[in-house]
């Protein structure tokens, strides 16, 4: 009977690797980065490598393999480490943190689709703000919307893109590489070790969240252990291939960008159009025009649609993982005749508008982009801090909890490690507060604090609702018995 039974299917560390990389870093995550700092951000990226990136990775692999028989990922692990209530807070937030980046892979969308219908950056003079808005909404309903027709199909187009977005920022950089070897002059001048050297200033330390936020997300790869053959060996070595595809990327990306851009007078709208600068200037210094421009396009455009509906569909979802019933009004977790929790949508589609209205008193198109990632660059690394209470709680209670890895095998080490990761997380994510394109002290600077306060203010706070709601749904079931 055994030989009848179909051999099981598993996944190789190196696929997981890969399937982890294409949903955290893209190529176009390396020009925040380099637009706020520079090229002293080679030292910041080389630094977070070492510092921050390979103990996160290898902390998710003792957590993973902690925990892998739970369902709802990082919440499981902070409620099985401490309580109910810090695992719903955790699920809000990973929640919530989705919301403003549904709304930034919405507008690279559009950007996307302008760039291969009108060749050039000539967006924001031919579409108000108002206009930007409202086809932003528009993508995100009509993605809602059609959920049920093309979830599975963007699913699966969403490894092609992700493999083919892998394949384009290894094509830039080495083709940048080839360029260098073959005469091209680097444009960032002087490019010397003092070039390098970080400028340790207010600004720099409020713009190392975009970098958190790059980089984080090793966590979404905890799912994938009951289907590797050897959790236990394998995957802790599809976190250090991440790593260093990572650092692969990062670095040599930033130092490719620094042979076609200035590093000392960057486009004012690097941070939403840069990519397709990029391949356009690489497209002509080989000779072959707009070609590579037109096909990066094609490949992001088809990224962002299905990443925006894998988005929407998992942000949806992730109260039915591991939440206890007495946080989450019942209403949020009823689904349709199709498995969907409409309710959910529904909430999702209202504060992506909530953020739209905000984004309505910016003065264009640039800004707009611009705060919406100085926005994901706050809200992700409070949520990547979840990843390191856990660990800390865990290791803090050590006896209770049994695992096939253990980094750091000294308590003490890995605490001070968890802590200090989790209290660097904690500070960049409170400085991003600080508007990163407004010069302080001015009209534009208040006004985006302002936005920024309300923002966190408003998707965080609404985490205090749901458990009220819940409380009044329940007492109204005890009067009817």
């Not at 970098?211 to 289907?227: K, R």
């Not at 060996?233 to 250090?240: L, N, R, S, V, Y």
């Not at 094609?298 to 039915?320: H, K, T």
């Amino acid at each position: 009977m055994n030989e009848l039974e179909p051999k099981k299917h598993y996944m190789r560390w190196q696929v997981i690797a890969l399937l982890d990389f294409v949903t955290i870093i893209s190529f176009e995550n390396i020009f925040y980065p380099f637009q706020n700092q520079g090229l002293s951000v080679v030292i910041s990226w080389i630094f977070l490598l070492f510092a921050y990136v390979i103990p996160y990775e290898l902390i998710v692999s003792q957590m993973g393999l902690t925990f892998q028989t739970q369902s709802g990922g990082l919440a499981s692990w902070v409620r099985r480490s401490s309580n109910d209530t810090l695992g719903y807070w955790t699920s809000w937030m990973y929640w919530i943190q989705s919301v403003p980046y549904i709304v930034d892979v919405s507008n690279s969308v559009i950007v996307s689709f302008s760039w291969m219908i009108l060749g050039d950056n000539s967006l924001g003079s031919r579409m108000s703000t108002f206009q930007f808005g409202l086809l932003t909404f528009g993508i995100i309903l009509a993605f809602i919307l059609l959920e049920n027709v093309f979830k599975n199909s963007l699913e699966i187009l969403s490894l092609i893109g992700g493999g083919a977005m892998f394949i384009m920022s290894a094509l830039f950089i080495l083709l940048a590489g080839y360029a260098v070897m073959h005469g091209t002059h680097m444009a960032t001048q002087p490019f010397n070790f003092h070039a390098f050297m970080p400028n340790f200033s207010l600004k720099y330390f409020s713009t190392t969240g975009l970098l958190i936020f790059a980089m984080s997300g090793a966590e979404l790869a905890a799912p994938y252990l009951v289907q590797m053959r050897d959790p236990k060996h394998e995957f802790p070595k599809a976190m250090w291939l991440l790593a260093i595809m990572t650092a692969v990327l990062t670095v040599l990306g930033t130092l490719s960008l620094s042979v076609f851009f200035n590093a000392n007078n960057i486009p004012h709208d690097f941070k939403m159009n840069g990519p397709y600068y990029a391949f356009q200037m690489l497209g002509q210094e080989m000779g072959l025009g707009k070609i590579l421009m037109y096909l990066f396009a094609v490949v992001q455009a088809i990224f962002m649609m299905a990443q925006l509906a894998v988005l929407l569909d998992a942000s949806s979802r992730v109260f039915a993982g591991d939440v206890a019933d007495r946080f989450m009004p019942h209403w949020m977790t009823k689904k349709n005749k199709n498995g969907r929790p409409i309710h959910s949508y529904l909430m999702t589609t209202g504060l992506s508008l909530f953020l739209l209205l905000l984004t309505g008193t910016l003065p264009n198109i640039n800004t707009i982009y611009n705060w919406l990632l100085n926005i994901n660059g706050i809200i992700s690394p409070y949520k990547t801090c979840w990843v390191f209470f856990a660990f800390v709680a865990v290791r803090w209670q050590q006896n209770k909890f049994q695992s096939d890895y253990i980094f750091i095998k000294n308590r003490i080490g890995a605490l001070l490690v968890g802590g200090w990761c989790l209290a660097f997380t904690f500070i960049c994510a409170t400085l991003g507060f600080i508007p990163q394109e407004a010069d302080f002290g001015t009209k534009s600077f208040n006004h985006q604090l302002l936005l920024n306060i309300i923002t966190v203010f408003v998707l965080f706070g609404l985490g205090f609702v749901m458990p009220m709601l819940r409380k009044r749904e329940l007492r109204k079931q005890e009067l009817r018995k």
